[in-house]
DNA sequence: CCCTGATTCGC
DNA sequence: GCGAATCAGG
């Protein structure tokens, strides 16, 4: 069998996908185990969670001196004919650290999305509740990757402890946000709703304006992206 | 023993 | 470029 473009493409997909070496092998047919391997490195897509590979902490080998000298019958006199020396680090970086979280199942609590660019001031507005209005340039923020895991309830932190949390939300109570989404003691309002409102009086105020008649409108205000947070 | 991926090296 | 042989860890 040989490697067609239809065959490297299945085997990219399933190595990428998780699958391991034999389970590509069979699915493929006809190669082996090893013939997978090798090809997937061929490829330049190794660097998987390896058994081998898996521990780096430690840097003291039983034996540093006869250590990786594959024997081979008819090369056993054969000097090694290596064009580098040994410190060759052509492993690629891998996302090891993300497998080893996913593996383990452990939960990574969510964080806001940093600005990619802090050093380049970059024109922002801040919306009630202090989310980030988007620019015409931030349309296309790369999609943060999202691997599976397992979301597990935040437990509230003891300064939102008597404050209203999202949980505590009902239409009795106002919505509105104080603070920002992620900071330790982000909550609402909590206080009693405006009938027929989702906020309290006073941010009533704040989120609606009262409709003007015509012709004492006032020119739009020509802030391109909402203008400055007024609390 | 089984499994895994990594690596080497004759072909 | 291919892959069997081999290594090395789980």
Request: net charge positive.
């Amino acid at each position: 069998m040989s490697w067609t473009d239809e065959r490297i493409a299945t085997l990219q997909k399933l190595w990428e996908g998780g699958s391991t070496a034999s389970q590509i092998a069979e699915k493929l047919g006809g190669v082996s185990r090893n013939a997978v391997i090798g090809k997937a490195h061929r490829l330049g897509l190794k660097s998987r969670p390896s058994p081998v590979k898996a521990n780096d902490k430690n840097a003291a080998p039983k034996k540093p001196a006869t250590k990786a000298a594959p024997k081979k019958p008819a090369a056993a006199a054969q000097p090694i004919r290596r064009a580098t020396p040994p410190p060759s680090p052509k492993r690629p970086p891998s996302n090891a650290v993300e497998l080893a979280a996913r593996a383990a199942g452990e939960t990574i609590p969510m964080q806001p999305i940093p600005n990619k660019s802090p050093d380049m001031p970059r024109i922002v507005s801040v919306g009630p509740g202090g989310f980030l209005r988007q620019g015409p340039g931030d349309q296309q923020p790369p999609i943060p990757p999202a691997p599976p895991r397992r979301l597990v309830p935040a437990k509230p932190g003891p300064e939102v402890a008597d404050k209203t949390g999202l949980l505590d939300l009902s239409d009795k109570v106002c919505r509105w946000p104080m603070g920002h989404p992620g900071e330790p003691d982000f909550h609402f309002c909590g206080t009693e709703v405006n009938p027929g409102f989702p906020y309290c009086v006073e941010h009533c105020g704040r989120a609606f304006q009262a409709q003007l008649p015509r012709g004492s409108r006032r020119p739009p205000p020509p802030l391109p992206f909402g203008g400055p947070r007024v609390r």
